[in-house]
């Protein structure tokens, strides 16, 4: 067995010391959807097309395109499978359960034949291209089950994008006898398991791609994939600690808690967490990109909220902000892209070299267009600084580095200090501040995403057995009881649409953001106002495992808001 | 029945949403020590005398000092006592389990007479000076137990330490008709309780003074208090936070995370979590004000570690840093000293008035001692800035300001680059940064606090009873089943003696800092190394309430090691 040198997974878990917890929830037995417990036939439906351009899509897949959606059914038949060796990758960002969605996977093989082989490739797709791989044993699975992490075999950033890396990625899927490949991933990661599929059906190299939904994010949804794994635990961490927060903040009565939650692209963990804990406020990216706010809309909007509230001697409250708020204001996006527009050299395509600090900034300020000079010139001087400066390896704006929740307060600061002066605000106004990401993508499964994610790689071995390639492993009704879970899979290129990406047209899954006319916005725009000033903070406690169903066993409230549509 | 109009508890539990946990746990009914759950009689031993200055404290607490330790021990005998009305007051910051502290000694009081009534004091010392407060009734008291925060009557930090507030005081304790008061705080506020119940008791006003032991800090221990309450729970909840983040660390192999933990005089939180979670590395302040480090010494030492891990591959780790560490280097220290002195107009003793902030720093550089200049030029500009610019109303510099996370992230990739450049080290270093405090300290308590609380309240009903004054609530044996838990009293004044604060002698509660020879840190400090190199990262996950008691109902690892000995 090869085994890379940088990486110590199995001698690492040798080692490991268990918390009770951990000791506790090994022995938890995932729940499974009725038609995944025994045999299963898979049930076909019409054929698909893409969500957009079909003609496109159509023509990039010609192998995987307008496959039907599959669903699994209970079945009488028993006879015995051959054995199956399938590979296993994680890619991008860590979230909860990707441990259970292997565990799930490797029940799911070994009860198709006891002689099936799991592979995992290490620290991401990087793992096939480099052939850097170890077997999943039983030994090994046992001590991950129902564990947060990717640790088992770690995941990484690589792109599967191209031919020669889908050549490498072959030699070794031979060289083990690999049959099947389930790609752990976000939407990106998914498009390239699909690409993948394709080029592997195309050559007839015998291997099939299968993907699984995941991002903390939320963002991979749409009529097919109710939810994506590992959103459920990470707004279930974030909201016990928010609801502690509010709480203290509740009882010391003198602190505005500027909070910010991860999830660059959509708004959804910030509106989850907002449907559990019912802060004071709470911005929502997409609503202020619709109505085309300022910065300035947004930072009047809150100092409205905190001045009102301080009328009545609340002088405290709390405000949840998404972490890609400030890309989503346009007069920020267009600063930002003209940003980086005047610092790359149109000649070379490289970033643009300066003397110094004082220099780069006279050169953006003499050349970007007045409009964007006037809300660079708006933002406090420290933040347009950065703007200016920070740049990463492509020349590009870091809006990264930027602590939105830090310059929101300062900006709200500002404002209520003119209002005081006006006679218009009389109040206290002390702030602390907060960032929630790596706190949550690594909590151990929720029971919701526990079961999700084993059914969802025990699923995952049922398509396989069918075999599909190019689809998703899918589960649905899962505010439901587990048992009356449905699984099935469906047409990755079901999903895709073309979009512009790099200066290129590339086919994608359509990125699911925060829809202003769904439930759970409209739940929370109804709610809002009696919030800010109510104080109606909820406090939902850590996640709990062995305790009653109504604690232990819950769906987001987004996903009971969406389905009880 | 009075109520001050800006405070608005009552009405705003009324329209309290609750979460799932909390609507299930407030069933939860909390253990009691054997001794408690029928009548008890009290045990006294022998006189006692002050930890220190004997005389001195002897002097100034003529009636509340010397007074025996009791130890309650069930009882047959069932006389039914007369009512009595109890005021209590929630003193200082926000601890887990405050809540039941209140209901205990409710249900306490109830049970020595149905007709006895519990008064909370509103936003903490001030509502009893302020006259401002509520009855607790039992509809209220159910809203509450088991519950995080301190808001059924909030807290504040009004000191009691002068005759015109205990007057003031008096006034409402007699117009109630309150024979008692509890006062729930920290090392400063039982301080107060005692100086209180010693005045009370001089001018024979008839009313007793009880105080419970709260602090998330751990640092209000000794001989007679096991531990604070409080403690336990946010610990847990900081250990949550970073075993995720461990395992996240672990899963990506691509970031340092400095996470700064709450606790300004004592590293109690940071080594416990350590113990829990067994980082990379774990400073405690104590250690390096012991040795004498240097801020260079902290920087070289983390830098090593890094930079030992990077020679095997391994371009990730955890650092704990407890908050008050930068007040802890010696040299640091001296400096902060002589900036507050130069930055005081020796005439008036008020700040001094600069025109500008360029002023301000020459005249710091110009006026202070060689080797404190030496200090503040090796720090990052714009941290030797701040030290030298930004104070608080008394002139004194805001070393909380100062994010010490960040400054020792900065100046160790600093160092690294040197190193670097000389050849000796060759590895990637990228940072994330946490500051964890408000997250823990209004977390819903540990079964441990839940029941270690509720059983301070209790206890104090019956040292109530037993006419006790002067004395504080104690609980001991916590590590046995709460049922082998031992309850009594000990006198304030035998955990005093006299300390120099703000140019004064007074009679203190002797702070309890990390013993270096304590075994907590002896084990910590013997595992380190091991934990340093060989990524032996444990994953407590959240705070359970309902599995099984291996997993919910332990204490701290550092009562366990300390009872352990």
Known sequence: MRF????????????MTKSALQIARAAYQPKLPKALQGPVVAKEGAATQSVGDQEKIKQLFPNTYGLPVIEFEASAATTQQPAVNVGVILSGGQAPGGHNVISGLFDGVKSINPASKLYGFILGPGGLVDHNYMELTADI??????????DIIGSGRTKLEKEEQFEKGIEILRELNIKALVII?????????????????????????????????????????????????????????????????????????????????????????????????????????????????????IATIVAARAAKGDNYGTVLIPEGLIEFIPAIKKLIKELNEVLTDPATGEPREFAGAEEQIAFVESHIAKDNLAVLKSLPEDVARQLCLDRDPHGNVQVS????????????????????????????????????GYEGRCAAPSNYDADYCYS???????????????????????TAPAAEWVAGGVPITMMMNIERRNGADKPVIRKALVELDGAPFRYFAAHRDEWAQATSYVYPGPIQYFGPTEVCDQSTKTLQLEQAR
């Open 456 to 478: 969802l790689g025990f699923n995952a071995s049922r398509l396989i057995a069918a075999g599909k390639t190019g689809y998703m492993s899918i589960i649905r009704n899962t």
């Open 401 to 436: 580095l930027i602590e939105t929740e830090k310059l929101l307060s300062r900006m709200v600061a500002k404002r209520l200090a003119e209002w005081k002066q006006a006679g218009k605000y009389d109040g206290k106004f002390s702030t602390q501040h907060h960032f929630f």
């Open 4 to 15: 890379h040198r940088t990486v110590t997974p199995l001698i690492y878990y040798i080692h």
């Open 141 to 150: 699975i046992d001590e991950y089950r129902n564990t947060g992490g990717f």
């Open 185 to 301: 991933g976000g939407d990106d990661s998914n498009t390239n398991a699909c690409v993948l599929a394709e080029y592997y059906a195309a050559k007839k190299y015998g291997v099939q791609v299968i993907g699984c939904p995941k991002t903390i994010d939320g963002d991979l949804k749409n009529e097919q994939i109710e939810t994506s794994f590992g959103f459920d635990t990470a707004c279930k961490t974030y909201s016990e600690l928010i609801g502690n927060i509010q709480r203290d903040c509740n009882s010391a009565r003198k602190y505005w808690h500027f909070i910010k939650l991860m999830g660059r692209s959509a708004s959804h963990i910030a509106l989850e967490c907002a449907l559990q804990t019912q802060p004071n406020i709470c911005l929502v990216s997409e609503e202020v990109e619709a109505k085309e706010q300022s910065l300035d809309d947004v930072v009047n909007y």
